[in-house]
């Protein structure tokens, strides 16, 4: 019991997790030279959020692995099972694409790698 309420205070003791606000940036987020995190810029002139995750998810399909990114004060959470969007790192996630959309993207993206030669 002391242990479990030991973990809940170091997750309320951690900190919230805040996008950037930039106007058409598609982020990334990447450790920091001080072992924290920290949201780099991937691309700039992105249309629109779900652009932003499709970059992400190229970047997860190249790199085998979860990416988290961000677009215009929303975080980017990019994993093999879903791409979902959120506010903050304690708000609440909502679906960027039904299953029928992502299998669209992911095929799509594959192709182009492929013909690039990745």
């Known amino acids: ?4 309420a030991g973990l ?3 997750a309320a003791c951690e900190e919230t997790l805040k996008p950037p606000l930039h106007t058409g940036v598609c982020w990334r987020l ?4 001080n072992g924290a995190r920290d ?3 991937m691309s700039n002139s992105v249309p629109n959020l779900q652009a932003c995750a499709i970059q992400l998810e190229g970047l997860r399909l190249k790199h085998r692995a979860p990416v988290t990114g961000a ?3 929303q975080i980017i959470y990019v994993t093999k099972d879903e791409i ?4 903050s790192s304690k708000a609440r996630r909502y679906p960027l694409f039904t299953p029928e959309q992502r299998m669209q993207v992911d095929k799509g993206l594959t192709e ?3 013909q690039e030669g990745r």
């Not at 990447?30 to 030279?33: E, L, Q, R, T």
């Open 1 to 4: 019991m002391i242990v479990l």
């Open 8 to 10: 809940l205070a170091l």
């Open 30 to 33: 990447a450790p920091a030279m």
């Open 39 to 41: 949201f780099r810029p």
């Open 71 to 73: 677009y215009q004060g």
């Open 84 to 87: 979902t969007a959120a506010a």
């Open 112 to 114: 182009m790698m492929r």
